[in-house]
């Protein structure tokens, strides 16, 4: 798999899930200043984000969660403007009305950030049966976590797009942990994949640490999808390394399970394939380093120094 890969597709995933890791670091850092709105991390979880996207095209549409930040940049959003959204600046994405909960980027095809625990699995479902109608190409990637999985609404939307065909890629995160409950606690199952077979949907679990078999399983289930216009389950296993929330000191999850979490980094391990690979050797990385903190200093400098929203743009764009 790894003779697939060019060292440059290396770097630039690197790079990217280096910048994923420290814009979720920054914002735990400004939370602890206060006067910050909390939100809900996926530190951990950068190989999945990273690798699905890759393998994604421009036709391609995506939903996805409470923990987005991740999808959004590996998709190209730009740290500042993600940010200043978070602040409610008017800079931010959708004008500072969303925060971290509700973002959309129209021109990077991200359609919805769902706060609602798999409300993107219903709504996907709904774009792909759009697209099937208006006969528009690419599928529909919808981004949600075990804990989703466990609600009624993604057997739903399974029958539903098997039933009637539609072009979706549901990607289930599984980072074992339901916001404070242990997956274990409310699933018999070791993979959600294995639920697909029940809809006569292909399913397959990948490791999540892993952004290049992420890459290829991604890669093989989109060419699925293109060729024959249905839905095709994919879970990447996975661990979320920083609690629900970004005030929350993980002080119920087990020290061990942590720690052996934690020995499978996906960006330790990316920089040590990128090591042997030979794109980069260690002075090349610690310039990678400098570059990605340069990027986030800029991205909080622009953040801060935004103006907020003027009253005057209160009712706008908004529905009711």
């Given at each position: ?132 109608m ?80 992420v ?21 990447t ?13 993980q ?8 720690a ?54 209160l ?6």
């Amino acid at each position: 798999m790894l003779a697939d890969i060019r060292d440059g597709d290396a770097v630039r995933m690197l790079e990217r899930m280096l910048l994923v890791r420290g814009y979720e670091q920054l914002i735990v850092a400004l939370g602890k200043g206060g006067n910050f709105p909390i939100t809900c991390s996926a530190l951990g979880q950068e190989a999945s984000a990273v690798g699905v996207m890759s393998a994604l095209g421009e036709a391609d549409r995506i939903l996805t969660n409470h923990r987005s930040a991740g999808h959004l940049m590996a998709r190209g959003a730009e740290p500042g403007r993600l940010l200043a959204e978070v602040m409610g600046k008017a800079t931010g994405y959708c004008g500072g009305k969303s925060g971290s909960l509700h973002i959309s980027v129209k021109e990077l095809g991200v359609l919805l950030t769902s706060t609602i625990v798999g409300g993107e699995l219903s709504l996907a479902t709904g774009v792909a049966l759009s697209k099937k109608m208006l006969k528009e190409p690419g599928v529909v990637a919808c981004f949600f976590g075990d804990g989703a999985a466990c609600e009624g609404v993604f057997h739903e939307s399974l029958n539903l797009a098997s039933a009637w065909a539609l072009p979706v890629l549901y990607v289930c995160e599984n980072n074992q942990w339901q916001a404070f409950v242990s997956r274990r606690e409310a699933m018999r199952n070791e993979h959600v994949s294995d639920w697909a077979a029940g809809y006569r949907v292909p399913g397959r679990t990948v490791d999540g640490n892993d952004v290049f078999a992420v890459r290829e399983a991604t890669q093989e289930a989109v060419r699925y999808i293109r060729e024959t216009g249905r839905p095709y389950l994919l879970e990447t296993c996975t661990y979320r390394l920083a609690g629900h929330y970004s005030l929350d000191d993980q002080a119920y999850v087990d020290a061990q399970e942590l720690a052996d979490w934690r020995a499978r980094d996906p960006i330790l391990r990316l920089r040590e394939q990128v090591l042997a690979m030979g794109p980069l050797d260690e002075a090349g990385l610690e310039a990678l380093d400098a570059r990605v903190a340069a990027q986030l200093d800029e991205a909080r400098r622009f953040a801060l120094e935004s103006p907020y929203p003027d009253v005057a743009a209160l009712t706008a764009d908004v529905l009711a």
